[in-house]
């Protein structure tokens, strides 16, 4: 059965849960990708946004990936396009009324009533990926040391991001 069109529903409407950053669409993805239209499962979605996290560009990148999983290459196309496109546009039309709202009293109250959301977002994201990622007292022990290290010091987390997959590359042999 042709999957590109529930693909572009799904990810049309994914994209516009990114409020806050693609962290924040992450539950919806993973409900939609895994839950309703089984496409992944959980580890390996979990799996596809870690990649996501090492290459250059937007994490939310390797929706790519999922789009050709699916539909192979066209899938990929759609997928792309889907999930970035309505957002653009959003952003656009919305930037533009910004700034012609620029002197309305209610503008400051929207920001500030938009930024909780986006935090609840992000951090309901994080839990859910915590819930498949964290699978034992290794795993947790890595996530716990990253955000120490993270809160502690400045240090690029493309150096943990390494350090992770090292870390995990001995440990985590495969049987």
Known sequence: ?????ALIRVFAYLSLLTVGGGMAAFPELKVLTVEVHHWL???????LYSVGQMAPGPNMMMIVSIGEWVAGPLGAIVVLIAFFGPTALLAFLIGRLWKKLEHWPWRTSIQKGLAPVSIGLLLAGCFTMAKGAITGLETATIAVATLLILLQYKINPALLVAAGAVIGAFTFVPK
């Not at 059965?1 to 069109?5: A, L």
């Not at 959980?42 to 799996?47: A, T």
């Open 1 to 5: 059965m042709n999957q590109v069109p």
């Open 41 to 47: 499962t959980f580890p390996q979605l979990i799996h």
